[in-house]
């Protein structure tokens, strides 16, 4: 089998890494490039210029390359490497059965479809991401790691910042779980309250035009249930294809039975501890969604001035073309003083809630004013007597009038204002946001319709002032995109402020640590200056509020919209409770009470606050409980800070007393490369399996069709998706897309994410599989042993290559583990990179071909040596991908040699075996740095050679002159290696003056170090002189133009600034560029000359 492998190895060979090539040299040696003297242009990069191969193409290839890697690839390698054929694969694997590798030969390029093909079913069938409570509960913090995935709504479908998530979760938790801890992923769906009501009503009028109140709320509700059991379950597919190592076993629903519950006990216990009530306040009202919402569901947009803007619940302007809104005005009008001639002008930026107004503020303080104090102005539409009020608090005299109407039931600051004078509370608007009977003539008219209309009826009154410009911030409901009305409401509260105390001084106390830290400042502002929640919402999917009103059947007149009757509330865990508390409330038995139960539901983020622990079976103490909460970790985006986080912190701590995470882990915002959010309004959103499955340039153009981008952005967006990917996005597959975007997890707020990026890494997972099927080459008489690299280390048979890689390997472990420690995903993924690109390709499996192709009795200790440390660096480096790439590691790591006899300690899968670690004693920086000397020489015999062409097979000779020391018995120790990788046919190390020939190209390496090359009767002087004199011919055209250009008569006076400093640039380049030319074509007539002396 070696002769077999050393006659295919012969044919074979992985690309080599190149120093950038010096320019053609005499005897003298040149300008040390490290000394800051100008790079030279080599022959071959004298060609490309001369082509015009040299410029920069206007668009970024895909960046996949690490610094320090070395030689790029070039572009039509990587386009070939992503458009190969793709041979028809069906997957024969019985489902939940582990893939028999051995009845399939190693495909000759990587296919992502079949290789993560069955592994995910065989991971799960086995019940590799389960946690065994009773083995959990006994270990320390230090032992276990537990974490809940951020439930995603059960309506959609994950985007890339889902899967941004889901790689960072997974590669934490299949690292913990190879560290050996006792570790647990739970997975589950967020019922989405107002989404999934959304898109259930939108699909029952599609298909039978009909309404949600057409049904009724019982039928309704079924059918939301029976539209998550056909469509819920998307997301868990996408999850599956991430390779999310989640136990499906424990998988949750926000309205499953163990949720329901927890959410039941967590609003009575907040009753309970008197911090649950009822009040009518005034919040945030959606006129499209007839519901509540909270502060911080809010969006803001700025205008400037006078905007239009399109209402999506109203009909259409009729005096607009495209039927919008004005917004942005401010509109003055005049209320007519009681009893008086005299008018009072007021100013607003809604004119409708004038018919709402129950006062006129204006400054005790004012002049302008005094003889106006006490009075009334009438209302013109019914004739309403309105007061005239003094408020310093609220009036600012030298702004507008001076004068300021109050609408207290539809501003926060009017709100106020009725407050403190104990002003009548008119509410003018429905719901649905039509005015109501308050609203006199206008009764009926949608809000912004009565807009207009007031301000024609003002006019025909002669109240009407004039309007101007206004800037102004319009608040929008961020689940709907309605315009969002001040409202006063009947709604259910909490009183958040000792839980918010709780969740600062954990974090101000160390309890809680929130990384990266800067984002604590923003936690410390929103809850030292928290609101109490608003938890109710007029919806019917959802938590159906556990409360009941009481009366005594026959009872009349007593309302449950009165604040008054707050008391016949009643907040119990089950109907049968609420009687019993019912009948102490009221007085009576059972058989005289009626019971409604409040029809709304809870805030969505009621449930998601108590996921860490109602998921455990909270409040049960159950099993999953006591082991594993607290958990972990909470790993999700930055958005949702304060939506879910701070809400899980002071809910786990007011219920469980206990915070729910001991970290909290806050990736950056993902947008696409414009910087703009990702949004499905943008069709910049791309499915996860777009990516890994591959999709066409049509599908792509369809989802920009289906947005709402303006028709110019609309062409802008396909001209680029069409120019980054014009044949659609490749087959990547699930590792790829995973360790692509780890990339981009450098600790910040926003990520702007370059598909083609990502896409790059693609070329990644398919150099890691041809190296590894090259490699397995040199493995294939080798059999390992369980304690391999022991045996390795303590063998005394080890060159200095062989402890070079495993030295770079314990330097990769220690890297990665500690990244992984401190959140640097980036910074794993960019070491696990450079370890596989550089040290093992580029560098050790080049070294190790002629000691493996050598099978002769006295090589047989070396390439044994080589064999064992290139297995241990295969199988490790294997390791420390897999967290990162679960499905390509698995499949390579199956495929080693050695595989099922290594005995007791030998795992089933790759996802048990240890994460590697550092063993400080195999570490060798001698090694490293007489290694790093060694390539050094090396890049500078591949640039000579490259420098003057010399073919593959020609083998040169090589004169190293170099600093005594370490620098020298480094070179001469590894001369066998810098003749293997600078194909070279003789070294000479610091060998006399005389004895190195005349016709030498030189580089100078560093200031220690020259290498020098024999070209006698390798080149032929004439013709390559003959090739750069016909590139300086060319050259001197387009620089005659330009000097010409730029000494024309008016140039310095009528041409801009930008274009004068581009041209004198060009102009440089091009002189430079003739300099370099002419430098080497004098270089290489001084060696002819010395040649043929």
Request: proline letters at 4%; hydrophobic letters at 35%; glycine letters at 6%.
């Amino acid at each position: 089998m070696a002769e077999e492998a050393s006659k295919q190895l012969e044919t074979m060979s992985l690309q080599e890494k190149s120093a950038d090539a010096p320019a053609p040299a005499a005897a003298a040696p040149t300008a040390d490039a490290s000394a800051g003297g100008e790079k030279k242009l080599s022959k071959n990069q004298l060609k490309k210029l001369a082509k015009g191969k040299g410029k920069k193409d206007k668009k970024d290839k895909p960046k996949w390359n690490q610094p320090g890697e070395g030689k790029k690839k070039k572009d039509d390698a990587k386009s070939k490497a992503l458009t190969l054929p793709k041979p028809e694969f069906v997957n024969t694997t019985p489902k939940g059965h582990k893939k028999d590798l051995s009845a399939t030969p190693m495909a000759d390029a990587y296919h992502p479809q079949a290789v993560e093909a069955a592994w995910q079913d065989w991971w799960e069938e086995c019940g590799f991401y389960s946690c065994d409570p009773k083995t959990a509960e006994g270990k320390s913090d230090d032992e276990k790691f537990v974490m809940v995935i951020p439930p995603p709504n059960v309506t959609g479908s994950l985007h890339l910042g889902h899967a941004l998530t889901a790689a960072v979760e997974d590669t934490l938790t299949r690292w913990h779980r190879m560290l050996g801890h006792s570790t647990l992923y739970v997975p589950g769906t967020d019922h989405a309250g107002i989404a999934t009501q959304s898109v259930v009503e939108k699909m029952l009028m599609k298909e039978t035009k009909q309404t949600r109140h057409d049904l009724g709320r019982e039928e309704f509700i079924k059918k939301v249930w029976e539209w998550k059991g056909e469509y819920g379950n998307r997301i868990t597919t996408q999850l599956r294809r991430l390779g999310s190592s989640v136990d499906w076993s424990r998988e949750r629903f926000t309205m499953d039975e163990m949720c329901s519950k927890a959410v039941i006990e967590a609003f009575n216990r907040f009753h309970e501890d008197g911090l649950l009530y009822r009040a009518e306040r005034l919040g945030n009202w959606s006129c499209a969604l007839k519901s509540a919402i909270s502060d911080i569901e809010v969006d803001y947009i700025e205008l400037e001035g006078r905007t239009f803007l399109e209402v999506k619940t109203h009909k259409g302007n009729a005096n607009d073309p495209k039927g919008r809104y004005e917004f942005g005005v401010l509109t003055s009008f005049a209320y007519p003083i009681e009893d008086s001639d005299e008018k009072l002008i007021v100013a607003t930026t809604r004119l409708e809630t004038m018919l709402g107004d129950t006062a006129v503020a204006i400054h005790p303080e004012d002049t302008r004013y005094k003889h106006l104090h006490g009075k009334h102005v009438v209302h013109p539409f019914n004739g309403r007597k309105i007061p005239i009020v003094c408020d310093a608090e609220l009036v600012d005299m030298a702004f507008g009038t001076g004068a300021v109407k109050i609408t207290p039931a539809h501003d926060p600051n009017d709100y106020e204002c009725g407050k403190r004078h104990k002003l009548e509370f008119i509410t003018v608007l429905t719901p649905e946001g039509a005015i109501n009977n308050n609203g006199s003539q206008f009764e009926g008219m949608m809000r912004y319709d009565a807009r207009i209309a007031v301000e024609e009826a003002l006019m025909e009154k002669g109240l009407y002032i004039g309007k101007e410009p206004n800037k102004m911030r319009l608040g929008l409901c961020s689940r709907s995109g309605d315009i969002l009305e001040p409202m006063i409401t009947p709604q259910w509260y909490v009183n958040c402020n000792g839980m918010a105390k709780k969740a600062t001084d954990a974090v101000r106390n160390g309890e809680l640590k929130i990384v990266p830290e800067e984002h604590e400042k923003t936690w410390f502002q929103w809850l030292d200056n928290i609101r109490d929640w608003c938890v109710s919402r007029q919806l019917w999917w959802g938590h159906q509020i556990p409360a009941w009103f009481a009366t005594k059947k026959g009872e009349e007149g007593v309302s449950k919209l009165d604040m008054n009757n707050n008391d016949r509330w009643i907040v119990a865990r089950n109907e049968e409770e609420a009687y019993t508390k019912a009948e102490k409330v009221l007085g009576c038995s059972r058989d005289e009470i009626d019971l409604e139960r409040d029809a709304d539901v809870l805030d969505t983020w009621f449930s998601s606050g108590l996921f860490p622990f109602s998921v455990m079976g909270w409040p049960e103490q159950t099993d999953d409980l006591k082991a594993f909460y607290p958990t972990s970790l909470l790993e999700t985006g930055l958005d949702i800070l304060f939506f879910w986080v701070a809400r899980m912190v002071m809910m786990g701590l007011q219920l469980t007393d206990t915070l729910p995470f001991h970290t909290v882990y806050l990736h950056a915002m993902v947008r696409d490369k414009e910087g703009r959010k990702m949004s499905k309004s943008l069709g910049n959103v791309i499915d996860p399996l777009e990516v890994i499955s591959g999709c066409t340039l049509e599908h792509l153009l369809s989802k920009l069709d289906g947005g709402n981008l303006p028709p110019k952005e609309v062409a802008r967006a396909k001209k680029d998706q069409a120019e980054d990917f014009p044949e659609g996005i490749p087959e990547c597959g699930s590792d790829a897309l995973r360790f692509g975007l780890l990339a981009y997890t450098v600790q910040g707020r926003d990520v702007n994410l370059d598909m083609k990026r990502v896409v790059g890494y693609r070329l990644f997972c398919n150099k890691l599989w041809n190296a590894t099927k090259f490699a397995l080459q040199f493995v294939s008489d080798f059999q390992p042993t369980a304690n391999i690299l022991d045996e390795l280390m303590s063998s005394g048979k080890m060159a200095l290559r062989d402890k070079f890689m495993i030295s770079r390997l314990m330097a990769c472990c220690d890297t990665v583990n500690t990244c992984f420690q401190n959140y640097k995903f980036g910074d794993a993924q960019a070491a696990s990179y450079a370890y596989w690109m550089n040290d093992l390709c580029d560098v050790y499996l080049e070294l190790i071909k002629p000691v493996i192709k050598d099978t002769s009795e006295e090589n047989k200790d070396s390439r044994w040596a080589a064999q064992a440390t290139l297995w241990i660096a295969l199988e490790a480096g294997l390791r420390i991908l897999h967290p990162m790439m679960p499905f390509v590691t698995e499949e390579l790591w199956q495929r080693l040699p050695g595989r099922g006899t290594l005995g007791e300690s030998e795992t089933e899968s790759i996802m048990l075996a240890q994460f590697p670690l550092c063993n400080e004693a195999y570490s060798n920086p001698g090694s490293e740095q007489s290694m790093e000397t060694t390539m050094n020489v090396i890049k500078a015999c591949r640039s000579l050679r490259q420098q003057y062409n010399i073919a593959n097979k020609v083998s040169t000779h090589f004169f190293v002159k170099v600093e005594s020391g370490q620098p020298e018995d480094s070179i001469k120790s590894q001369i066998d290696d810098i003749k293997t990788l600078g194909r070279a046919s003789v070294v000479d190390v610091n060998i006399d003056e005389d004895s190195i020939p005349k016709s030498v190209g030189i580089v100078v390496v560093d200031e220690t170090t020259t290498v020098l090359m024999d070209i006698k009767g390798l080149v032929d002087y004439a013709a390559e002189i003959k090739k750069l004199q016909k590139q300086l011919t060319k050259n001197a055209n387009p620089m005659g133009q330009l000097e010409k250009k730029i000494a024309a008569p008016g140039y310095e006076e009528n041409v801009s600034d930008d274009i004068k400093a581009k041209n004198l640039e060009n102009l440089n380049g091009l002189k430079k560029k003739a300099a370099d030319i002419e430098e080497a074509i004098a270089n290489f007539k001084a060696l002819e000359e010395l040649e043929k002396n």
